[in-house]
Nanobody, 126 residues
Framework: EAQLVESGGGLVQAGGSLRLSCAAS????????IGWFRQAPGKEREGVSC????????YYADSVKGRFTASSDSAKNTVYLQMNSLKPDDTAVYYC???????????????????WGQGTQVTVSS
């Protein structure tokens, strides 16, 4: 079965950086799109970034474009989210997710995605 485990969250001051990791098992990247989502208290879950291995495309939400970079290491079966120039509005629980259907991961709020990680907390102070 597919499993995703996030790590790398923490507390950082505005303008700082964090690198999140998502270790995947039970599936091969070639068959899936891997995405990052976040959910802040009182707000709906939103898509942050995704990597589609079927067509080798990436996506970034407008709110993080130019600040966040998604990448992967096939040898380690791990995807990453490098977050720079962090803002207090970036504070949220960050989740990685995987699905064979690109549209579920790269568009919308992640409705009906097959597999989710447990989440990692990112807190950005002013």
């Amino acid at each position: 079965e597919a499993q995703l485990v996030e790590s790398g969250g923490g507390l950082v001051q505005a303008g700082g950086s964090l690198r999140l990791s998502c270790a995947a098992s039970g599936f091969t990247f070639d068959d899936y799109t891997i995405g990052w989502f976040r959910q802040a208290p009182g707000k709906e879950r939103e898509g942050v970034s995704c990597i589609s291995y079927s067509d080798r495309t990436t996506y970034y939400a407008d709110s993080v474009k130019g600040r966040f970079t998604a990448s992967s290491d096939s040898a380690k079966n791990t995807v990453y989210l490098q977050m720079n120039s962090l803002k207090p509005d970036d504070t949220a629980v960050y989740y990685c997710a995987a699905d064979t259907q690109k549209a579920r991961v790269c568009y919308g709020s992640g409705f009906m995605i097959d597999y989710w990680g447990q989440g990692t907390q990112v807190t950005v102070s002013s």
